[in-house]
């Protein structure tokens, strides 16, 4: 009988915060609990239950948009296989990148490098089959047989990416793809009109000759020769300015950073930070460094706190919070609290991969500018007040995507702690009832199962519990007189 009642009397507790709970939030605390937290440890979402259409058709749309927002770029900046990323290997015995990362990469290759006419030339079929290739060593291998050939460019952008082991080496290998590049793309430009294959051809050519060039500049701008470098990028976009997809602006960005030149740098973000071109963190960031660059060697938050901001000083913090909205990983990096490995051959926009991409090359360009990075320590954080919900709504720019956390734990190395945003923390509030909902079901069911038993237990922890009481009743008792004792309890 006990048991019986210590169950009802738990079963009633239970209800009544279940009916408080939905009074306060509109919804079942039990199933919130069981749907955001409990079905994604015990298995995950399963999708072969029904639901009502305007659901599946939300779901759907979402989906597309997960897709859509997670879609993978190439790092405009990616270092050299054999000459940077092998050295770091060489030195420290780690993999700087994923097997997906390389993968994404060879995909890459066969889509810039390769068309269905390759078979007509022998050098351009053993490429074909050598960018398919997963083992390096048989690339290589398949590069030079292409080479005792013809001269095969692709086979000379192979070499000069991954057997080359300094840049030095790695510009040779491209001065000689100009040349075969060249050639190829003149004799196809003649025939691109003459048929589909051809005009497969001529735009493979094309491909090839800017990935040669734009790497050549690169080149020029690891050796020091920046302003070579510079002109290299500004002639191929005016040779190429459809050709986008190579994002050289962001090149010529960090070059033009490099040099100084503020206002040529801004030029560049006339044209390219519009609102119809797709944003990068080296777009944002950029223009926040030049609108805090006019300001920051004379900002002080003491200072701004008595007087307020100016008009300068607050266009700047709204470019830093635009900035820190569009990719809110990068900060940590510029300010060094968060280590920097070598970035990943592609980044995810908005992701810590991207973050740590821009970081690696522009850090120095903060550090340069006189107070930057101190205006930016001030404020950086005021952008999460703006938007005290991320994923659900944004302030300058579309909610922030829930899938870049799981795309860059596949771009970045096992070594390297992805940063993840926002923090996945709950509140002390839904652990604390949680527990409790939890706790009471486990008594209610032990007291079903076992009614004498739990009784027993009852009984126990509830003279448990009184004995002080009953001991400090014993003690008034004795100490007062029983006269007085007897009047009280008559009251």
């Keep these: 009988m006990p048991g019986s009642l210590l169950w009802y009397f738990l079963v009633y507790i239970l209800r009544i915060f279940e009916w408080w709970y939905f009074r306060k939030y509109g919804t079942s605390f039990i199933e919130q609990v069981s749907v955001s937290h409990l079905r994604p440890l015990l298995g995950g979402v399963d999708n072969s239950s029904p639901t009502n259409s305007n659901t599946s058709n939300g779901d759907a749309d979402s989906n597309r948009q997960s897709v859509s927002e997670c879609k993978v770029w190439r790092n405009p900046l990616n270092l050299f296989r054999g000459a940077e990323y092998n050295r770091y290997t060489w030195v420290t015995g780690r993999e700087p990148l994923t097997y997906y990362d390389m993968n994404l990469s060879a995909q890459d290759h066969q889509t810039f490098f390769t068309c269905d006419s390759d078979h007509l030339r022998p050098a351009d079929a053993i490429m074909q089959k050598a960018w398919r290739e997963r083992n390096p060593q048989a690339r290589i291998s398949a590069a030079h047989e292409a080479l005792e050939l013809e001269d095969c460019a692709t086979a000379y952008i192979l070499l000069a990416e991954e057997e ?15 040349k075969a590049g060249e050639g190829c793309y003149r004799r196809s430009q003649q025939l691109q009109h003459h048929g589909a294959q051809y005009e497969a051809q001529h735009r493979r050519d094309t491909n090839v000759l800017v990935y040669i060039k734009r790497r050549l500049a690169m080149c020029s701008r690891k050796l020091g020769r920046t302003r070579e470098a510079v002109k290299m990028m500004r002639d191929l976009m005016k040779e190429f300015p459809l050709l986008s997809m190579f994002n050289i602006h962001e090149n010529l960005l960090e070059s033009l950073l490099e040099l100084q030149n503020y206002a040529d740098v801004q030029a560049v973000l006339a044209k390219y930070d519009d609102i119809s071109l797709p944003k990068s963190a080296t ?9 805090a660059r006019a300001v920051s060697d004379k900002f002080s938050p003491e200072a701004a706190s008595r007087r307020g901001l100016s008009t300068a000083e607050m266009n700047a913090v709204e470019a830093i919070h635009r900035a820190v909205e569009f990719n809110p990983h990068v900060p940590k990096y510029l300010l060094e609290m968060k280590s920097l490995i070598l970035p990943p051959e592609h980044i995810l926009k908005r992701g810590d991969s991207e973050a740590i991409a821009y970081a690696f ?20 954080e005021g952008t999460f007040r703006m938007i005290p919900y991320p994923l659900e709504k944004g302030h300058l720019f579309y909610p922030y995507p829930i899938c870049t956390e799981t795309a860059d734990r596949e771009l970045l190395p096992m070594f390297h702690e992805v940063s993840v945003y926002p923090k996945k923390e709950l509140p002390f509030f839904i652990l604390f009832t949680a527990g409790l909902c939890s706790f009471t079901a486990m008594l209610a069911l032990l007291t079903h199962q076992f009614p004498e038993l739990m009784g027993v237990f009852a009984k126990a922890f509830l003279s448990t519990l009184f004995a002080p009481l009953n001991f400090i009743m014993e003690k008034v008792e004795s100490i007062l007189p029983s006269s007085l004792w007897h009047q009280l309890t008559r009251i």
């Excluded at 777009?283 to 609108?291: F, S, V």
């Excluded at 090359?361 to 950086?380: D, I, M, P, S």
């Design 283 to 291: 777009i944002c960031y950029t223009a926040a460094l030049l609108k």
């Design 361 to 380: 090359f522009h850090l120095q360009h903060w550090k340069r500018v006189e107070g930057a990075l101190n205006l930016l320590h001030c404020t950086w």
């Design 164 to 178: 080359a082991t300094t840049i030095v080496e790695a510009e040779k290998l491209f001065k000689q793809a100009v």
